[in-house]
């Protein structure tokens, strides 16, 4: 715990990681990329920022895990997953051919 300058009130504490990802959130987290990424009252002229401002209201509205997941956070994850399914989609298109 941290106090205040004057030793009085209790100081919230940096927050830290919150753990892995659940497979209901890496579910909610794909679905959030498909309504963000297809909503046609956005064009796909935005920043960076405003659309991943976009992803995390979004999940946030219908994330039920209680975990608060940053922009930053849903960023990497989506990362992570996005490479995954290239790297299967890959692999099926080989057996494809």
């Known amino acids: 715990f941290e106090v205040d300058e004057d030793g009085e009130g209790i ?3 940096p927050k830290g990681r919150g753990g892995n990802y659940t497979n ?4 909610l987290l794909c679905n959030t990329w498909l309504q963000v990424s297809r909503d046609p009252s956005v064009g796909g ?13 979004h999940f946030d509205l219908h994330n039920k895990s209680g975990i608060d997941r940053s922009a ?8 992570t997953i996005n490479k ?3 790297k ?3 692999a ?4 494809d051919k």
């Open 72 to 79: 930053r956070s849903l960023r990497s994850r989506w990362s």
């Open 24 to 27: 209901d959130e890496d579910i």
């Open 45 to 57: 002229d935005q920043s960076r920022d405003a659309y991943w401002n976009r992803m995390k209201e």
């Open 88 to 90: 299967w989609a890959a």
């Open 11 to 13: 100081v919230d504490a």
């Open 84 to 86: 995954d399914c290239q």
């Open 92 to 95: 099926q298109k080989a057996v």
